[in-house]
């Protein structure tokens, strides 16, 4: 980031290539909406771009990406008062038998965890993404999202707790 700082635009592609998926994802599975996502996703790239000029070394280029994409998630879910919807078919991984009951299967292990996942509160859902999707540590997740490191871990702890009782019950 330093390097597209100072007019290296060949250092922003490898910063976008490197944490486009990782991010995508983590809006993605936020707001459970494609159409919105890339508009969100797009936002938060540019909203980059505006504050290269301002950026400094405070913690990982990371936390900083993440702090920006939940402030403007925060944002969204303030205006428009978003409720979450379960994930589409189409996100669904391929099963491991390509026999009906094999995908059938899959398909409501994934729906049970869809559900499980947005009847999760916002704020440890949103920790669960940014550790899973983003492989951020609780460190990261705490600096991101403004809360202390116990709170971020917390909150990641009952997430998981939750997600693997949602799963249990199955």
Same mark, same amino acid.
């Given at each position: ?5 100072? !007019?290296?635009? *060949? ?8 944490? %486009? !998926?990782?991010?995508? #994802? +983590?809006?993605?599975?936020?707001? #459970?909406?494609? *159409?919105?996502?890339?508009?969100? =996703?797009?936002?938060?790239?540019? #909203?980059? &771009?505006?504050?290269?000029?301002? =950026?400094?070394?405070?913690? $990982? +280029?990371?936390?900083?990406? =993440?702090?920006?994409?939940?402030? #403007? ?5 303030? %205006?428009? !008062?978003? $409720? ?21 299967? !899959? ?5 049970? +965890? ?26 990261? &997740? ?10 971020? %871990? ?7 707790? %939750? ?8």
């Amino acid at each position: 980031m330093l390097a597209y700082r100072q !007019g290296d635009a *060949g250092a922003f592609e490898v910063l976008y290539a490197r944490h %486009k !998926g990782p991010l995508y #994802r +983590f809006v993605l599975r936020s707001v #459970r909406e494609r *159409g919105l996502a890339e508009e969100l =996703y797009q936002e938060i790239w540019m #909203r980059v &771009i505006e504050a290269r000029g301002r =950026y400094t070394v405070q913690a $990982k +280029f990371t936390t900083w990406l =993440y702090t920006i994409a939940h402030n #403007r998630l925060a944002d969204h879910w303030r %205006k428009r !008062g978003l $409720k979450l919807v379960e994930l589409a078919d189409h996100d669904a991984p391929a099963p491991a038998a390509d026999e009906p009951e094999s995908r059938a299967q !899959g398909r409501q292990s994934l729906q049970r +965890f869809a559900a499980a996942l947005g009847a999760l509160p916002e704020a440890q859902r949103e920790a669960f993404l940014l550790h899973e999707e983003s492989g951020m540590s609780v460190a990261e &997740i705490a600096a991101a999202t403004g809360v202390g490191e116990e709170a971020a %871990k917390s909150r990641v702890r009952y997430a998981l707790a %939750k997600l693997r009782e949602a799963m249990a019950d199955g």
